[in-house]
């Protein structure tokens, strides 16, 4: 078993920071989504205000089943308080014609799910995963959305940036501690195409394809009847092995595509915006 690695005391200290914050607001509902960021937060908080810190897990047809099922089994696992939110963004038709501020409706969606369970069940404060690295992106619409539903964003507030969130995550013994990053199902989709029900079905297939190959870091982007693969440039080798490229093919067009392309770029988020 690898040793984990020493932590600069500086983080230690953000992470002292973030202890404090969190005990000070004395109950707290945390948006969580499986990922490096809501999963360090939502331990954190656990530690900080036990039963008091309720995780809540946001469900729709836009997360992948394996998502869910490997983000319910972390919350349990740990121990947290943890619930299952089901959001209903497939009824918003601001959110299904994909004009480019589909995140926007997303996120409020969420929001006032939890407003709501907040509520019901005397909390105040809402809280969300938002990093230091997140504030680069001026035009990120969830950040709005959680201003407006006054969201806040405790890791940013005690200053904690990815690398350091991976770091801390491992010595915690944190499964997430070197997941890749991840977006909804939704974002495969480029500007302007209307996200389907039956279309994201397509693309959750093929990329439970991929992960069943071995790949980490990868895409299904949706293009009608075409699915353009996106992959660590590092794994294109791989998958032009004769071998895997056969299984991919086969995997991607049982999974609903006529056509398999390869993206010689590589993956890049965003690239649906392109």
Not at 19 to 41: H, I, K, P, T
Request: glycine content about 8%.
């Amino acid at each position: 078993m690898n040793a984990v690695r020493a932590i600069d005391p500086s983080i230690m200290m953000k992470e002292s920071a973030l202890q404090s914050l969190l005990a000070e607001y004395g109950a707290l509902a945390v948006a969580y989504s499986g990922g490096v960021d809501s999963a360090y937060l939502a331990d954190v908080a656990n530690e900080a205000l036990g039963q008091r810190a309720r995780i809540l897990l946001g469900d729709s047809p836009s997360v992948p089943r394996s998502e869910v099922a490997e983000a319910t089994e972390l919350a349990r696992g740990r121990g947290w308080n943890f619930e299952v939110l089901f959001t209903d963004e497939f009824a918003n038709e601001d959110y299904l014609r994909n004009d480019g501020t589909r995140c926007y409706y997303c996120r409020s969606e969420l929001f006032g799910k939890m407003r709501e369970y907040a509520e019901n069940s005397g909390i105040a404060i809402l809280a969300y995963g938002e990093i230091v690295d997140d504030l680069a992106d001026t035009t990120r619409l969830g950040a709005k959305a959680a201003k407006e539903f006054r969201v806040v964003s405790p890791l940013v507030e005690v200053g904690l940036t990815k690398s350091e969130i991976r770091a801390l995550s491992e010595q915690r013994g944190l499964p997430t501690h070197d997941k890749p990053s991840f977006a909804c199902l939704s974002s495969r989709f480029p500007v302007g195409t209307r996200v389907t029900v039956e279309d994201l079905a397509k693309v959750e297939r093929a990329e439970e394809a991929l992960k069943r190959l071995g790949f980490k870091q990868y895409r299904a982007r949706h293009h009608g009847d075409t699915c353009r693969i996106e992959i660590d440039p590092i794994d294109i080798p791989k998958l032009v092995d004769e071998a895997t490229r056969q299984a991919v093919v086969r995997d991607v067009t049982a999974a609903g595509y006529k056509y398999v392309t390869l993206d010689l770029a590589g993956y890049r988020t965003g690239s649906t915006a392109e």
